[in-house]
């Protein structure tokens, strides 16, 4: 069974600054997919990025970018020019690519952007 | 398009009583996912369905049932529900070909 692992259950920073999200997965399977998902305080479940494990260029969103180390099963998000809307709670999400498309969540970071 | 809805939006029941927690989805897609969200645990799969009439376990099935008589439409039963059904549940779905889960806006749940 896949596991996901997002070992920073807080984190907070300053408007504009950079922030890294970290994010390890553990599976057996050689094609699959990742994901971080933004919850506001809305509670909607927004998609923020996606990986397919089997590109090996990072994928980029705007101020969004992902490090996807898959030797190492690490896939944390940076989120540039932080703005305080990006305050949330960010799941890292794992989905194998063959079967039902189950998404597996890690435990969640609450970020908080400060004025 | 509404996208993926849920009814209720909020519940309260007490130890005991029974409810069914309603998802919609007018995006033709064939599977959909209730899944929970507790503090400090992320979202779990409770159960799934990848067609009309087929539904499947997943990581936290017990306690409830579930069914997906028509494709658009995916229910949550709780038959006796106890507080540590306390959560909030979310629905998704997606089409066969994507990959990108679409959820719907989540029910809160409180059972007294």
């Known amino acids: 069974a896949q596991t996901v692992t997002q070992s920073q259950p807080e984190m907070s920073v300053q408007e504009a600054e950079t922030v890294t999200l970290s994010c390890t997965y553990d599976?057996?399977?050689?094609?699959?997919?990742l994901f971080w998902y933004k919850q506001p305080p809305s509670r909607q479940m927004i998609l923020v990025i996606r990986?397919?494990?089997?590109?090996?260029q990072n994928a980029t969103e705007n101020r969004f970018s992902v490090n996807f180390q898959k030797a190492a099963k690490s896939f944390s998000l940076k989120i540039s020019d932080s703005q305080l809307g990006d305050t949330a709670m960010y799941f890292c999400?794992?989905?194998?690519?063959?079967?039902?498309?189950?998404?597996?969540f890690g435990q969640g970071t609450r970020l908080t952007i400060n004025p | 398009n509404a996208g993926v809805t849920q009814t209720p939006k909020f519940r309260v029941l007490k130890t005991g009583q029974s409810m069914t927690l309603l998802c919609a989805q007018d995006?033709?897609?064939?599977?959909m996912y209730w899944y929970r969200q507790d503090p400090g645990m992320g979202l779990r799969l409770i159960h799934y369905?990848?067609?009309?009439?087929?539904?499947a376990k997943g990581e936290v099935p017990d306690g409830y049932n579930v069914s997906r008589l028509k494709k658009q439409n995916f229910l949550l039963g709780l038959e006796s529900a106890a507080p540590s059904q306390t959560s909030v549940y979310f629905c998704?779905?997606?089409?066969?070909?994507?990959?990108?889960?679409?959820f719907g806006p989540g029910t809160r749940l409180t059972v007294l």
């Open positions: 999400a794992f989905m194998n690519h063959q079967g039902a498309q189950k998404l597996v």
């Open positions: 599976t057996s399977e050689n094609n699959y997919y």
């Open positions: 990986q397919e494990a089997y590109k090996q």
């Open positions: 995006m033709n897609h064939e599977y």
């Open positions: 369905s990848v067609g009309e009439g087929t539904t």
């Open positions: 998704a779905s997606v089409g066969r070909r994507y990959n990108e889960q679409f």
